[in-house]
């Protein structure tokens, strides 16, 4: 980015983690995603995302599958996001799966849908946790840890600061970036060439 944002950069392929403030300037970005409908009864889709900023990196993506088949349905899914920044040191990762099957009643007078479904959610973020477990006649919190680690962004002279080699940020490898005449990162191809 050029004027007021001088030197902040985004990187991104299907967008950011839920839990990261997306500054204004940066754009919009749909997830990368696919939808497959095997046939009439079975489908899968999920989607994925990439980012990385000055002041963190995140990922995730997650795959759901369905069956439906007359009165009977059923389902799987899976996610996982991770979101991490890089001082002071902080991240969020969240893991989750399910399964889950129902069948629709309808006989004489009664017209109902059974449902049952287990599933299982992982949180972490700084030193502190949590899992919850849902089951169709139960479900449980178990909470671990204490405190919060606060974020603070960092800018983009603190990033090369703190996280690019010395070398790089003194311009004494690879081309130089147009902008600033620093290098900050280089690219070798070792074995390939004609």
């Given at each position: 980015?050029?004027?007021?944002?001088?030197?902040d950069f985004v990187l991104t392929l299907g967008g950011y983690h839920?839990?990261?403030?997306?500054?204004?300037?940066?754009?919009?970005?749909?997830?990368?995603?696919?939808?497959?409908?095997?046939?009439?009864?079975?489908?899968?889709?999920?989607?994925?995302?990439?980012?990385?900023?000055?002041?963190?990196?995140?990922?995730?993506?997650?795959?759901?599958?369905?069956?439906?088949?007359?009165?009977?349905?059923?389902?799987f899914y899976a996610r996982a996001d991770f979101l991490m920044y890089?001082?002071?040191?902080?991240?969020?990762?969240?893991?989750?799966?399910?399964?889950?099957?129902?069948?629709?009643?309808?006989?004489?007078?009664?017209?109902?849908?059974?449902?049952?479904?287990?599933?299982?959610?992982?949180?972490?973020?700084?030193?502190?946790?949590?899992?919850?477990?849902?089951?169709?006649?139960?479900?449980?919190?178990?909470?671990?840890?204490?405190?919060?680690?606060?974020?603070?962004?960092?800018?983009?002279?603190?990033?090369?600061?703190?996280?690019?080699?010395?070398?790089?940020?003194?311009?004494?490898?690879?081309?130089?970036?147009?902008?600033?005449?620093?290098?900050?990162?280089?690219?070798?191809?070792?074995?390939?060439?004609?």
């Amino acid at each position: 980015y050029g004027g007021v944002h001088k030197g902040d950069f985004v990187l991104t392929l299907g967008g950011y983690h839920n839990g990261f403030e997306r500054p204004s300037h940066y754009p919009e970005v749909e997830r990368l995603g696919f939808s497959w409908m095997v046939n009439r009864n079975l489908s899968f889709s999920g989607g994925l995302y990439f980012a990385l900023t000055p002041s963190c990196i995140m990922a995730g993506g997650g795959i759901d599958a369905r069956y439906a088949n007359g009165n009977l349905s059923a389902w799987f899914y899976a996610r996982a996001d991770f979101l991490m920044y890089w001082k002071p040191f902080y991240y969020q990762i969240g893991i989750a799966a399910g399964i889950g099957a129902s069948y629709r009643v309808d006989c004489l007078f009664v017209h109902h849908t059974f449902t049952l479904e287990l599933s299982a959610a992982l949180s972490l973020w700084g030193f502190t946790g949590k899992m919850k477990v849902k089951w169709w006649i139960i479900s449980f919190t178990i909470k671990f840890g204490s405190g919060n680690s606060g974020i603070k962004y960092l800018t983009f002279e603190e990033f090369l600061e703190q996280c690019v080699p010395g070398d790089a940020k003194q311009g004494k490898t690879g081309s130089p970036d147009c902008a600033s005449g620093k290098n900050y990162a280089t690219v070798t191809v070792s074995d390939g060439l004609i």
